[in-house]
Nanobody, 120 residues
Framework: VQLQASGGGLVQPGGSLRLSCAAS????????MGWYRQAPGKQRELVAV???????LYADSAKGRFTISRDNHKNTVYLEMNSLQPDDTAVYYC???????????????WGQGTQVTVSS
């Protein structure tokens, strides 16, 4: 399975971005797809995950601002990010797993990461 993430960039505080992650390869192995992020000097942390059945889970920092969605026909997961703040600056990674988990250690497949910078 290969994951290709896109959509990062530079945005002003209060702005919005939409990240996309397309999966290819042996898709049947994937149940859960999600987004993690890693800021400089910090550990990688969960942002949001979604199952093939559209069950979702968000980090507290993402609730009310970010929306994760999924198109199973396109094997693509999206992360709509609104009201972005400088603390959201990080490299955002797409991840996929065959089973439900919120631990990054349980995700077998990772995209290359896309930089999100929130700054005025």
């Amino acid at each position: 399975v290969q994951l290709q993430a896109s959509g990062g960039g530079l945005v002003q505080p209060g702005g919005s971005l939409r990240l996309s992650c397309a999966a290819s390869g042996i898709i049947v192995r994937i149940n859960v797809m999600g987004w993690y992020r890693q800021a400089p000097g910090k550990q990688r942390e969960l942002v949001a995950v979604i199952t093939t059945g559209y069950t979702t889970l968000y980090a507290d920092s993402a609730k009310g601002r970010f929306t994760i969605s999924r198109d199973n026909h396109k094997n693509t997961v999206y992360l709509e990010m609104n009201s972005l703040q400088p603390d959201d600056t990080a490299v955002y990674y797409c991840a996929a797993s065959s089973s439900w988990s919120t631990s990054s250690r349980d995700y077998d497949y990772w995209g290359q990461g896309t930089q999100v910078t929130v700054s005025s």
